[in-house]
């Protein structure tokens, strides 16, 4: 069983930085993608940053630029610097785990960190 936990959340000025860190515990295969939603109250889940095995990534068009994704295989972590934060990046933080099998795509969720960031 794979379990994400996410750490690094918390409240900031727009304009500031914080790091979200997401470590993965259990067996991942070696095809994978680790990705980053967020959820602001009153809406859906939607992906703010994806970094598969191979080293593609892929940023929602709202984060370009400022946002970074990146992971560290040995450490099974991946990590989400956010600069320039604007009060609309205020969500709870979700970190996923999918692993890509011979039988399809399993999906893994973390429990969810608070990112607000005030005016």
């Known amino acids: 069983q794979v379990q994400p936990v996410e750490s690094g959340g918390g409240l900031v000025q727009a304009g500031g930085s914080l790091r979200l860190s997401c470590t993965a515990s259990?067996?991942?295969?070696?095809?994978?993608?680790f990705s980053w939603y967020h959820q602001a109250p009153g809406k859906e889940r939607e992906l703010v940053a994806g970094i598969t095995s191979g080293g593609s990534i892929r940023y929602a068009d709202s984060v370009k630029g400022r946002f970074t994704i990146s992971r560290d295989n040995a450490k099974k972590t991946v990590y989400l610097q956010m600069n320039s934060l604007k009060p609309e990046d205020t969500a709870v933080y979700y970190c996923n785990v999918a692993i890509f099998s011979l039988s399809g795509r399993s999906d893994y969720w973390g429990q969810g960190t608070q990112v607000t960031v005030s005016s």
């Open positions: 259990g067996i991942i295969s070696s095809s994978n993608m």
